[in-house]
């Protein structure tokens, strides 16, 4: 019998969106940072779709303040629209807890949720809550609606060969906590859309050696990088850089004529935050390949 061990995370998705009714024409369907529905003809936004959820022990430790978790619940969720160059807007909140939850605890959760949401202008419209068994893990689950322009989508499919990646801010070190104090871009997204768009990007959570095969993927490309000039986050290695996961960062694709003025844009724009040239999208069946990253099912490292 077949596990998901023995399969991973993307395998699995793939078999299990194949078993369900689709939606016949997305903007974006399964795959990407967010899902993306045409509302039709005459809107100028398109509406955007994401769900995420954190579990006590895989996404958090025993120790970890509850406003923490609150926060990065909303976070993790608010970088994926940021990744699609949109914006969140309303938010459902699901709890799963122990009975044996402080009520306390539980407050500090949600404030941690409200200060997040009130960072990025966005409300929560509603949720649930229930119970697990005694003794059990807490599951906070986020889903959560935005809009983007329709001139401003960037996707993950839509790299081509030659052009260059490029990383924001450093990478690695999440083991370390870094996880739990990451700001969404969503302030540079905004820039990035309206300046100098990328033709690809998405957020790296699980790492870069787990997400950009999968922007590559994407885009039918193979890729090249030059792990010399990964920006390494002070006290971690290339190794953790790649394969740490929950960066929250943007990895992009732009035309390599178009590189010069967007780090010129950025560094007037955001000098505080590097943009850094790490590698670019090749012919696919050509380029490198990168091992580690995070997996559900399977996170040995």
């Known amino acids: 019998m077949t596990t998901l061990r023995e399969i991973g995370e993307d395998r699995l998705i793939e078999r299990l969106v194949g078993l369900v009714p689709s939606d016949s024409a997305p903007a974006a369907g399964p795959g990407d940072d967010c899902a993306v529905v045409d509302p039709g003809p005459g809107h100028e936004k398109l509406h955007l779709l994401k769900t995420d959820a954190l579990v006590g022990g895989v996404h958090y430790g025993s120790d970890t303040p509850a406003w923490a978790i609150g926060w990065k619940a909303v976070a993790r969720v608010v970088s994926d629209f940021a990744a699609m160059g949109g914006k969140p807007e309303r938010f459902l909140v699901t709890v799963a807890l122990p009975p044996e939850t402080e009520v306390s605890w539980a407050e500090d959760l949600y404030r941690g949720i409200g200060d997040c949401l009130k960072a990025f202008d966005a409300v929560l419209a509603g949720g649930e809550t229930s119970s697990v068994p005694p003794g059990s893990a807490a599951v906070i689950s986020v889903a959560?609606?935005?809009?983007?322009?329709?001139?401003?989508?960037?996707?993950r499919s839509s790299g081509k060969p030659g052009q260059i990646l490029l990383v924001t801010g450093t990478l690695g070190g999440s083991l370390r906590g870094k996880h739990?104090?990451?700001?969404?871009?969503?302030?540079?997204?905004?820039?990035?859309?309206?300046?100098?768009?990328?033709?690809?990007?998405?957020?790296?959570?699980?790492?870069?050696?787990?997400?950009?095969p999968r922007l590559a993927a994407a885009s039918e490309c193979g890729y090249e990088v030059d792990e010399s000039a990964l920006p390494l986050t002070p006290g971690c290695s290339v190794a953790e850089a790649l394969g740490d996961g929950e960066d929250f960062e943007l990895l992009i694709a732009i035309e390599p004529e178009r590189v010069a003025t967007l780090l010129a844009g950025w560094n007037k724009a955001f000098p505080e935050l590097p943009l850094t040239v790490i590698g670019r999208l090749v012919d696919l069946g050509t380029g490198g390949t990168l091992t580690g990253g995070w997996d559900h099912f399977t996170p040995e490292r």
């Open 144 to 155: 959560a609606t935005g809009s983007v322009r329709r001139e401003h989508l960037v996707l």
């Open 180 to 212: 739990l104090d990451f700001t969404p871009r969503i302030k540079e997204t905004e820039w990035l859309v309206s300046t100098c768009k990328p033709t690809a990007m998405m957020d790296l959570s699980d790492g870069l050696a787990k997400d950009l």
